[in-house]
């Protein structure tokens, strides 16, 4: 029966088994940007807090649609253990480092999935996965934008102050 539920699978076992790593990583990503929520409220920077949660809201939102997508080609899809999340930073500034490189990970990530798709010829995957791409387009430009507060803004004097005040002002236009 095993063999026959695979053949109904619209998607190879190796994909599907990517695709489960990526839903733990976009639940990772969630968690992680609550943990940056946490530490920007506890620290004074309310502006911050309510940007990580918008984020964490958003990987969340990335994990579901994964999660359904394995579920609707016939695969099974795995809701993961989310260990290991970083609960102190040593400053505001490493905070939005790390969440660059959290996008950047991501970003690979999804690039690994769609170059094995290409070499299956899983085509659909292939256009599901477009969406994710897009995404992550916008996720790392928003990332970027944010650290560069830190050298445009500076963090002397008022200077934190200021940077969380302008967080939630970035936005991303394709334009």
Same mark, same amino acid.
């Given at each position: 029966m $095993?063999d026959?539920m695979?053949?109904?699978?619209?998607i190879s076992q190796?994909i599907?088994?990517?695709l489960?790593q990526?839903?733990k990583?976009e639940a990772?990503?969630?968690s992680?940007?609550?943990s940056?929520?946490s530490?920007?409220?506890?620290n004074?920077?309310d502006?911050?807090?309510?940007?990580?949660?918008?984020?964490s809201?958003?990987?969340?939102?990335h994990?579901l649609k994964?999660? $359904?997508y394995?579920?609707?080609?016939?695969?099974?899809a795995?809701?993961? #253990?989310?260990?290991? %999340?970083?609960?102190?930073f040593?400053?505001?500034r490493?905070v939005?480092?790390?969440a660059?490189?959290?996008? %950047?990970?991501i970003?690979?990530?999804f690039?690994?999935?769609?170059? $094995?798709?290409?070499?299956e010829q899983d085509?659909?995957?292939m256009?599901?996965?477009?969406?994710?791409l897009k995404?992550q387009r916008?996720?790392?430009? $928003?990332a970027r934008?944010?650290?560069e507060?830190?050298?445009?803004?500076?963090? #002397?004097?008022?200077?934190?102050?200021e940077i969380?005040?302008?967080v939630n002002?970035?936005?991303?236009?394709?334009?």
């Amino acid at each position: 029966m $095993k063999d026959l539920m695979r053949i109904k699978c619209l998607i190879s076992q190796d994909i599907e088994t990517l695709l489960n790593q990526q839903i733990k990583k976009e639940a990772h990503s969630s968690s992680l940007y609550l943990s940056m929520a946490s530490w920007c409220n506890q620290n004074g920077y309310d502006f911050s807090a309510d940007y990580f949660t918008k984020q964490s809201e958003e990987e969340r939102m990335h994990q579901l649609k994964l999660f $359904k997508y394995v579920l609707d080609m016939g695969g099974n899809a795995v809701s993961p #253990e989310v260990t290991g %999340i970083k609960t102190d930073f040593a400053g505001f500034r490493e905070v939005f480092e790390d969440a660059l490189e959290a996008e %950047i990970a991501i970003t690979q990530s999804f690039k690994n999935i769609y170059s $094995k798709c290409q070499k299956e010829q899983d085509f659909v995957t292939m256009e599901f996965l477009n969406w994710f791409l897009k995404e992550q387009r916008e996720e790392e430009y $928003k990332a970027r934008r944010a650290l560069e507060l830190f050298e445009v803004i500076g963090e #002397e004097g008022t200077g934190r102050w200021e940077i969380d005040k302008h967080v939630n002002k970035i936005s991303y236009s394709e334009q």
